[in-house]
C-alpha cells in the first residue's frame, strides 16, 4: 500500500510500523529533509526521484513524499480492551456501523486518536475498510490507532456489554447525549451517511442519545456527529 503526504509519513515515522521504502523527490524541502533524515536514521530504504516519476508512481498529489507500507494490521476487540486496561481507564471505544465514505472514516479515526479514545471497531460488510484515502484523511492517526474489524455488530455489542461497557447508539431525536453518563466503560455507536444507525444494532444498544438541534436542519455529517459526541465523552471524564 501507498501512503503519502507529509503529515502521514511524519506519524509513520512515529510509529512501529513496518516500512519498506520511501520515495521523495531530489530537491526536497525542510519538511521533507527531515523526514528523510528520520527514516535513514532508522534504516529505512529511501529513494529520490524527479517530481514527474513521483507523480507518476503514486498517481496523485503526494507533496512530494510517499511511502510503501505492507497494509493495515487490524486489531481485536479484545485488543482494544486490554489497552484500557493497561493505562487503568475505563474503556472508550467508538463503533462505525456502515461508513462507506473514507473521508469520514478517516476523520473519526483521527478524532479519536485526539480525544484518547482506545479502539474503533468496524463491520467487515457494507462499510469502508482502511484504505490509503483514509490514511492520508486521518493525517497519520491511523497509526497510533486500534481497528478493529468484526463480522457481526451486534454479537460485538453483546460482547461488549458483558464485559461492562454501556453502549450508546447516537440518533436524532432522543435522549440527549448531555443527559448520559459517559464516566463508566463507554462505546459510543455512530451511524453510517444517511441511513444513520441499523435497527438491529440500535435495538442492542443500552441507550439511543441525540445532539441537541436547535435549528432547522435535523442532522450532521457522522465524523461531525461523531466528534461532538466523543468530546462529550471527554469532558465529561475529565470533570468539566
Not at 440527549?176 to 463507554?186: L, V
Amino acid at each position: 500500500m501507498i501512503v503519502e503526504g507529509i503529515n502521514v509519513i511524519r506519524e509513520l515515522l512515529k510509529s512501529d510500523e513496518q516500512i519498506d521504502k520511501i520515495i521523495a523527490e531530489d530537491k526536497p524541502n525542510n519538511e521533507i529533509q527531515i523526514l528523510i533524515d528520520t527514516a535513514r536514521a532508522k534504516r529505512i530504504k529511501v529513494e529520490l526521484v524527479d517530481e514527474f516519476t513521483l507523480s507518476r508512481i503514486a498517481k496523485r498529489d503526494t507533496q512530494g513524499i510517499i511511502a510503501f507500507i505492507a497494509g493495515f494490521r487490524y486489531s481485536e476487540v479484545e485488543d482494544i480492551l486490554n489497552f484500557a486496561k493497561n493505562k487503568d481507564e475505563a474503556p472508550f471505544i467508538v463503533i462505525l456501523d456502515g461508513i462507506m465514505d473514507p473521508h469520514n472514516l478517516g476523520a473519526i479515526i483521527r478524532t479519536c486518536e485526539c480525544a484518547g479514545v482506545h479502539g474503533v471497531i468496524i463491520p467487515k460488510n457494507r462499510a469502508c475498510e482502511i484504505t490509503d484515502t483514509v490514511y492520508k484523511t486521518s493525517a497519520g492517526a491511523l497509526f497510533h490507532m486500534r481497528v478493529a474489524m468484526v463480522t457481526n455488530l451486534t454479537r460485538t455489542i453483546e460482547e461488549l456489554k458483558e464485559c461492562g461497557v454501556w453502549t450508546y447508539a447516537l440518533e436524532a431525536g432522543e435522549k440527549s447525549i448531555y443527559d448520559a453518563d459517559f464516566t463508566y466503560p463507554t462505546a459510543l455507536i455512530v451511524g453510517g451517511e444517511g441511513k444513520g444507525v441499523s435497527r438491529l444494532v440500535k435495538e442492542s444498544a443500552d441507550e439511543v442519545l441525540s445532539l441537541d438541534m436547535f435549528g432547522r436542519v435535523n442532522s450532521l455529517n457522522a465524523s461531525n456527529a461523531g466528534a461532538i459526541a466523543i468530546y462529550e465523552v471527554v469532558r465529561q471524564r475529565r470533570g468539566k
